[in-house]
């Protein structure tokens, strides 16, 4: 079994290959804007959002055609609160990585990092960012909305990486959490299984190994520090709160 990993550094490649070698295979998985920014997210919530919209045109098309009562104002009303939470829950998360840190977009909050203030990237219910601040403020723990980390695939991964039952508990986070590593991927195309290993993992955990392959990179190029910042989504609460506002008057009235 193998020892504690040290929550402020990456652990270092045994066979001594550089970063950008890492994961080289899985790059291509993410798009890189004009502006160096590239953004993680899972499938299965932009389905269901998009699904969502579909069913959201058609029924509201139906109630606009076939019914003008007051019913029908309580349904699209009901239907917007619906859409303002599948907007924030859904549609609006995401990572979003480029060259100065990681910006975590959850659905009421957002956390802007730099790479030289990212002690670590974890992996517990969800893709977790480890942040310093400033003195005399603890390091906090940035939980991602839009990475999250199924227990079932969780568990394998963790059988993969040789982690067995280790449990890593630090003083500034109570809850226990397991350290992500980068996987060394330098021998998978030699290595048909292996490579189908790394293909069979939740997206969640290899967005996780290219996010920390990231920070490691920046760690190497000297990346400056940073504070961490937080906001509101001062949009993101509206498209909730308004509707539901509006659903309780409708249904005061009635």
């Known amino acids: 079994m193998r020892g504690p990993v040290p929550p402020a550094s990456l652990a270092p490649d045994p066979a001594g290959q550089p970063p950008e070698g890492r994961l080289g295979r899985l790059r291509s ?5 004009d502006r160096g920014r590239t953004t993680f997210r899972l499938m299965p919530p932009l389905v269901l959002w998009w699904g969502w919209l579909v069913f959201v045109v058609i029924n509201v098309a139906d109630l606009v055609i076939q019914s003008h009562d007051w019913f029908a104002v309580q349904v699209t009303v009901a239907i917007a609160c619906v859409t303002g939470i599948m907007y924030a829950c859904a549609f609006r998360p995401r990572v979003i990585s480029d ?4 910006a975590i977009r959850n659905p009421f909050r957002d956390h802007k990092v730099a790479w030289g ?3 670590g990237v974890f992996l517990g219910d969800s893709v977790e960012f480890l942040c310093q601040r400033e003195a005399p403020k603890t390091d906090k723990t940035v ?11 969780r ?3 963790e059988l993969r990486a040789g982690f067995g039952s280790r449990r890593h508990r630090e003083r500034h986070d109570e809850r226990a959490r397991r350290r992500y590593q980068v996987p060394d991927t330098s021998v998978y195309g030699k290595l048909p299984a292996q490579a189908k290993e790394i293909a069979s993992q939740h997206p969640s955990h290899v967005m996780a190994s290219e996010l920390a392959r990231r920070l490691d990179e920046a760690r190497e190029a000297g990346a400056a520090g ?3 910042t937080a906001r ?5 609460i509206a498209a909730v709160v308004i509707p539901v506002a509006g659903l309780i008057a409708v249904i005061a009235a009635r």
């Open 29 to 33: 998985a993410w798009r890189t804007d």
């Open 99 to 102: 060259a100065d840190g990681v």
């Open 117 to 119: 203030s990212l002690t």
């Open 143 to 153: 939980y991602s909305w839009a990475l999250y980390s199924p227990r079932r695939s």
């Open 155 to 157: 568990a394998r991964a």
């Open 226 to 228: 940073g504070v961490l």
């Open 232 to 236: 509101w989504s001062w949009a993101s």
